[in-house]
């Protein structure tokens, strides 16, 4: 990131990605959903299996399945209840329960 900003002669303090329209905002929502949808396109995905959401759930879902800690996944995502977790990584809610048992945050 830290490259990134340098590159564009940015600080710590700027955001990220900037808006097309007004260069002291972020990207939009939109904005980002349509850069996504062109990558997917460009190296001959299907668009419909791929989105903004999916690319946020990707990271956390590696996590998972590299530590199995539920917990963690859980402040990543920020949810407030360990079951709303299970239901986004599609665990199943007996393997969720034990882990998130045994696992101390």
């Known amino acids: 990131m830290r490259a ?3 590159r564009r ?3 710590l ?3 990220g990605f900037l808006s097309r329209n007004d260069y002291m905002a972020h990207m939009s929502t939109q904005q980002y959903a349509r850069l996504v949808h062109g990558w997917v396109v460009g190296i001959g995905l299907p668009a419909q299996d791929y989105g ?3 690319l946020r759930l990707t990271k956390e879902s ?3 399945k590299a530590t199995g800690n539920l917990r963690a996944v859980q402040i990543l995502l920020g949810h407030a209840k360990i079951g709303s977790t299970v239901r986004y990584l599609g665990v199943d809610v007996e393997d969720a329960l034990k882990l998130a ?3 101390e945050v």
Do not use: C
């Open 4 to 6: 990134w900003l340098e």
């Open 62 to 64: 590696i996590i998972y």
């Open 13 to 15: 303090n700027d955001f």
């Open 52 to 54: 903004t959401h999916s």
């Open 101 to 103: 048992e045994r696992t």
């Open 9 to 11: 002669r940015g600080t």
